[in-house]
Structures are given as C-alpha cells and as structure tokens.
C-alpha cells in the first residue's frame, strides 16, 4: 500500500512497489488527463508535478512518490484557468492535443522556477516532443502567460 | 445516392472487393484461450434521445441546441471546427449553440466521390465543402418553410441568423427549436439556394478551435482514455524482426501474475490480457519470445535495400508513366536524391476498444479510416456488416496517414472475441514503432537538358519506390501489377508547375518486406525535396538566382508569381546575409495549394540553426485563416522532423524504435516562423501537408548557399549535420 497526495487529496493504492506513476494516476485515480507517450521519458505527454517540480512519470516508481505532493493536469488549476492555460487557450495552441498535458505542467514547473523567463530558459525546459509541431505558439503562449502573471502580482 | 451494399457503386464495388482480398488475406485468427473472461455488458453509444433530426447532418436537441454531425476525424487539423462552421454559416445557427457529434459510420458521411469514409490526402474541406454548403442551405430552407407555414409568410421575406428564422417586415422571429417538429417532417431540399458570400459571418475568420478547452484542461477523451463497463486491457509484443515467425514462448510465470485474465498467441506474438494495463504490461516483460528468421526478415534490411535500390539505377528495369515532347542534345546534368523510411510516431500509440460477442462487434477507434476497418473487420471475423460498428473516439493524437489502416481495430477485436469480454489493446512505443507501414524510402534520378542560359528544356526522372497506396486503397494493386507504378509515389513528378517542353518519367517498383504506406506528404514530399533541389542546383550551375530563374519558368502562371513575389519580400530574399548565413527557396503546387518557401539558416561547423522560415500560400479562398496558419506552422516543424531522423532496419529489426532513438525536432530548435496567405479564385486546396512538402527542399538549399554542401539524401546526419 502507498499513500499518495494527489492535486491536493490523500489516496492510498495497492500496487508493486515498482509500477510507474503514470499508470497508477491514470487506471488506479481514474485521472486520464496524464498521457502515456513513450514509457522511456523521452517525450513528456506523461508530465507532472512532485513538489512543483517537472516530473517523466512514465518512468518513476510509485513508491519514490510516496510523501512528496503530486500534481497532474487535472490539478493544475481549480477551474482550467491558469494563467497557461489561458494562455493556451489566447494563442490557440494544441492541434491533436495528446502531449498537452505534458506541455502545460513542464510550463507550470518552469514558470514557478523563472516566473519571467528567458528565450533561453523557455528553450532549455520545454524539451517536450509535439509531432504536430505547435513548438512556436508553446513558447508565445509561456510568454503571454509569465505576462499575465507578472502583471496580476503587481 | 448508392449505399454500402449498393452494387450499382463500381467504384465502391472495386475498393470492397479489392480491400477484402488484401486485409482479409493478411488476417489470421487468435487462437481461443481456455482462461477467457465474461462479458459484463454491452458499451452504449451515445445517447441523443428528445433530439429531431433534420437532415443526417443536422439536428436539434431539447437543450435547444444545434447539433451538428462531423464525417471527418479529427486529428490536430482543426477540420472539427472548420467543416461545421461552414454548415453553420450557411444555416444561420449561432455558433454559441452549436454542438458537435462524431460520425458514426454511415453512407451521407462518405467522401462524396470515394463513397468511402476516410480522413486523409488533404481533401477534408476540397471535398466537404459543397456538402456543408448545401446541407447548411437544406436545413436553412426546411426550417425557414415551417416558419412560413405557421405565419402564413413568404419565404422570400425570412433570413434566418443567431438559431431564428426571421420574419423582416414584421420583426417576428421563432427558434429553431420551436421549428424542428415541422421543419423535420418536410422533404429535403435536393438543390438548395446558397446565401450570398457578403452573409456568411463564419467563413472566413478564425474561430476558436471547439477542441482547444478540453484539450487545456486534461478532460479530452483519447483513443487511450476511452472505457466500457466490464472492460479489460492487453498488451502486446510481436517479434522484434519484421517478416520472423514466432517458435515458441514460454507464459507459465506471466499467467500466473496478478490480474492477468488471458496470454493469447498471436500470428506474430502474444498477447496478455489483465484487468489494468499495468498488469498486463508488466507480465508480458516476463515472456521471452523465440522467433525464426526468414527470408523477409533478412530482406528488410537498410542495406540490402540500399543496395537494390543502386542496382536498379545501374540497370533498371523501368516502367514508362509519361514521354513527351524532344530530348535534344547531351544531358546536362544529373543527380540523384534520396529519402529515408520515416515512422508516423504519433504522439498516440495505437490503441482501440473493442467489444466482440458472437452477434457483434462494436469498437471505439482512434481511427481516420472507417470503411476499411470496417471492411477488414467483417472479414477478420467472418461477421456481417450490419452486426458490425465502427465508432471513432472523439479525440485522436494524431494520424498523419497512420489511423487509416485497420490493423490495430482488428487486433483489438479478435484479442475481445478470444477473451469474451470488452478489451482495450494498447501498444506501447516500440509496438507502434516496430508495427508501423512506414514512409518508403525512395530515390530519384532527374536529369536535365539545358538551354544557352541554363534554364531546362527537358527532364528525365527516374523513381524508385515501394508502394503507398496499396494498404489504404487496395484496388491500386491492378495498377501496380499492369502498368508497375504507384500514382501516389509519383505525386509532383507528372504535373510540373514549371514549363519544360520535354518531360520522361519512368519508374521502377519494389517489392518489399517493409510495409510502406501514406504518410503525411506522401509522393509529393520526397519528389519535391529532389525536383526543387535540382532546381536550385540547375541555377547554381547556370549562375543565376533561383527565385528569379523559378520566377522565368513559372512565366505562364500569375498566381504562382504572385506567390513567389510576396514571399521576396517577406523573406528579405535580396537583402545580404553574413558569412555561414543564408536561404534557401522552395516552391511546390501540391494538394491544390501554392506554396513557397525562403528557409534563413546558419551553418556553424557541422551544426544547422533554422533561423527564420517564411511562407506564403495560395489555397485559394482560406476558410479558417488562424487553422490553417497553424496547420502550416506546424508543417513547418513536421518537415523538420524528416530532416532529423529516419527508421533504419537490420535483418528485420527495427533500430528506431522510441523517442531516444527516433529523435523529433525540439522547441529549441524551431525557426521563427513568418506565415501569409494571399488569397486567390483558385479553387480550395489543402493545407495540412504542403509546408512540409517545401521545408526539407529549402532547408537543403539554404545549407548549399551558406555551407557549399549540397544534401541530396535526408536526414541532415548522414552529412554530418545536426539542428542546433
């Protein structure tokens, strides 16, 4: 038994010690917005949160998840309204939409880091695959809402 | 209009018939498994009761909104948000009530002239335009006839705009809804009147995707995200070596895991069967499958296929497809160009639900192909058609030519039927990388005569190509087997844009045991990336600028130069780079649509940066300005992705088979983008594959004029070259 703290609530699942995150948020918490993509962390659609931090959990064990805050998509923000996700929305961003998810926490985790980040910094973190290509508008997205976000807190 | 078991059809009655034979003939059965499962309960569909039907198109619900069916899958292009505002534009709804039903499969949402429901080759809104328009106007004119009905009025007097029909001299005005009972019980207009262009509000702006708030927040149901009560989950693994056959597996410690319902063997593996994927996936890791090689394993191999490919251009043979006009004097020049095997990778694996008793057989596909597998499904389980549905999730990540094959829908179904209970087969990234029908590795030799100033006056091209139409359209296979050519892998080779009097195209087809099939560009991009590299060297060797030198061979044709003049400009085309900095021009009419395009690059010892690309485009009127300028942004980046990797095989193997190994184009190393549409009485074309048809092209040339290295293979590291 683990217990884990999902976007905010504690749950408790019943699985080997070593079964990725991913497939225990998605078939034992019923949260699907979390995408499966590669099994290998090398393309991001299964991103989340530990602490805030940018998490592959297609290859994270469940148990070093244990004690840690875990945030998915569905997390992210009370009512799909933060500011990236706004953003999003602003700059029309997904096409097929599978790596989103993906996209849109390892946005959060950078924005959280560098609230005003650079081309640099954007560049560095976002190394999430998108076949679709919507690359461009990720990074004026990311801008538009370290914006919006600077200009709340002000 | 014929029906499915329509024999009048002949072109439906060929493309059963020739797909029965190709599909059903590739398909064996699973073996039944004595540890099987129960079905718990049948999956429903949707349900849309109190709602009044006008037209198989349109309906409205009692929420007093308009729903509106979409034929086409939706893939990332937008065509969900397109097609039915063109329908809702010419109807009069408000776009604020309309809501949106994924097609079952049904005769009204065939492709009008296949008479095959497919999403595919850029030809959504070419071919679905008219349909919207005129079921737009159908439903339009039924409920403006009901309104008149109740107010004893004059058509001629009703607008209908915001969901109301209008009457304008007495400003009465009634609901859609209130008309629906009415309207429903009319006939359907055959040959309805369009509105004028200066009505239309929708057509024309860019609208906010309907798909984009779901896919923000996480709630979007995919392929993978799709359930039914009672359902199970499998996972497979085939053997690693395309064409192996499977000698033995040993499934004594899988079946005994926990939650595993079922190990099936498959024709070419194993499946397992579990309550979780998890599960499922975790027991099959324990299964070591041992296989034997065979004579089409050792023949897919990179090297022997490079090697029949240089065989044939020592020594043909070739098939004639088109000779025209004289070849004067010596050749002055010849190249040959190359293209690698590339993998679809969608960001989605292959997936499906599906539900199998002995009376039916539903499945829930992220598909782009119904007709087909519904097709391959009736043969796979010997099932008739009407007991068989074939429902598409609402969402898909991504197609790009690979969700028109049927083969992971009936590997679904016959893991369901085996199992006796719902199932959803999940593949995992090297299962889809491993399964694919690749873009086929092909080459091209042109080879041009020349006039005093270096222009062509004739062209030889000479391709070599496996097939690609021949999964997704298998009628073609006469065409192949009489005449040796594909028409798809001959796409931009017969119709030039350019005048050159002289023109020979010949062409050689092998036959290989890598399946190959449509990708995103098809024939156009790997032609295109050798016929405007050609160009470029053609005005290199003649000293002349290549946009100037297209410019005099596209003499004939003021749309094109339209094209290449603006985009000059955009792209600062005259104005001087610094050293290791340059462009690069390409040009292409393909899927109806203009494009050009300037790629800006800096070439730093062997590192390539993209700095800027422009284009502009002529896809005559542009319906939905901001999709498409997405959908040839992100072109853009999918270009950049056949410059970066390929698949290679070694005795069967597959090298490529995941993220690490297949790599994608990273944010990092995209381009800023500059975009333009002009707008033109041409008629529509399509957008989705046209700027990844050019980029490889310009990227090429650009890397000639900063670099002095001409890349005439893809991708950029069998030179030496990376993106940065």
Known sequence: MFALNVNGVNRSVDVPDDIPLLWVIREELGLTGTKFGCGVAACGACTVHLDGEAVRSCAYPVSAATGHQITTIEGLSPNADHALQRAWVEHQVPQCGYCQSGMLMSAAALLRAHPRPTDAQIDQAMTNICRCGTHPRVKAAIKRAAQAMGTHRA | MPSLSDPANPKRRRLVQASAALWGGMLVGVEMSANAARLVGAAQTKPDAGAVELTAWVRITPEREVALVVSQAELGQGISTTLPAILADELGADWADVRLLTAPLRQEYRHPKYQWMFTGNSESIQSFYDVMRNMGAAAREMLTLAACQTWRADVADCRTENSYVRHVPTERRIHFADLAGAAALLPVPQAPILRPAAELRLIGRPLPRVDVPDKVSGRAVFGIDFAVPGMLVAAVRTVPAIGAQVTSFDATAAKAMPG????????????????????????????????????????????????????????????????????????????????????????????????????????????????????????????????????????????????????????????????????????????????????????????????????????????????????????????????????????????????????????????????????????????????????????????????????????????????LDRLAVLSRWAQPLTKGYARGLAFANAFGTLIG???????????????????????????????????????????????????????????????????????AECPEMVIEFVSSERTLGGVGEVSPVTLPPALANAVFRASGQRVRSMPLSRHGLSFA
């Open chain 2, 260 to 563: 595993v319902r079922a190990v099936l063997p498959l024709p070419n593996g194993v499946a397992v069967v579990a309550q979780r994927y998890w599960q499922a996936a975790r027991a099959l890791a324990t299964i070591r499958i041992d296989f034997a090689q065979t004579e089409a394993s050792r023949s897919a191999d990179s090297a022997v296929i490079e090697a029949g490919y240089a065989r044939v251009m020592n020594d043909g043979p070739w098939a004639p497809v088109l000779a025209e006009g004289v070849f004067a004097g010596k050749p002055a020049f010849e190249a040959i160009y190359a293209s690698p095997f590339a993998a679809h990778a969608t960001m989605e694996p292959m997936n499906c639900v599906a539900s199998v008793t002995a009376e039916r057989c539903e499945v829930w596909a992220p598909t782009q192909g119904q007709d087909l597998a519904a097709l391959a499904l009736q043969y796979a389980l010997g099932m008739a058609p009407e007991r068989i549905s074939v429902n598409r999730t609402p969402y898909i990540g991504g197609g790009f030519g690979r969700r028109l094959l049927p083969d992971f829908v009936v590997q679904a179904a016959l893991i369901s039927k085996a199992v006796g209970a719902p199932v959803k087969l999940m593949w995992d990234r090297e299962e889809d990388m491993r399964r694919d029908f690749y873009r086929p590795a092909s080459a091209l030799r042109l080879v041009a005569h020349t006039d005093g100033h270096g222009l062509p006056t004739a062209v030889l091209a000479q391709l070599i190509s496996p097939t690609i139409l021949l999964p997704v359209f298998p009628p073609i296979q006469k065409t192949l087997d009489e005449k040796g050519f594909d028409p798809s892998a001959l796409e931009g080779l017969l119709e030039l844009p350019y005048k050159v009097a002289g023109r020979r195209v010949e062409f050689h087809l092998p036959k290989l045991s890598v399946p190959t099939s449509v990708m995103r560009t098809t024939g156009y991009g790997p032609n295109l990336f050798a016929l405007e590299s050609f160009i470029d060297e053609l005005a290199h060797r003649a000293h002349r600028d290549p946009l100037a030198m297209r410019r005099q061979l596209l003499a004939h044709d003021p749309h094109a130069l339209h094209v």
């Open chain 2, 597 to 667: 395009m300037v790629a800006e690059v800096h070439v730093k010892a062997s590192t390539v940066r993209v700095m800027r690309v422009t284009a502009v485009a002529d896809s005559g009127q542009v319906l939905d300005p901001g999709i498409a300028r997405a959908g040839i942004e992100g072109g853009i980046v999918f270009g950049m992705a056949y410059c970066k990797s390929e698949v290679r095989f070694e005795q069967g193997r597959v090298l490529q088979d995941n993220f690490s190994t297949y790599v994608m184009p990273y944010l």
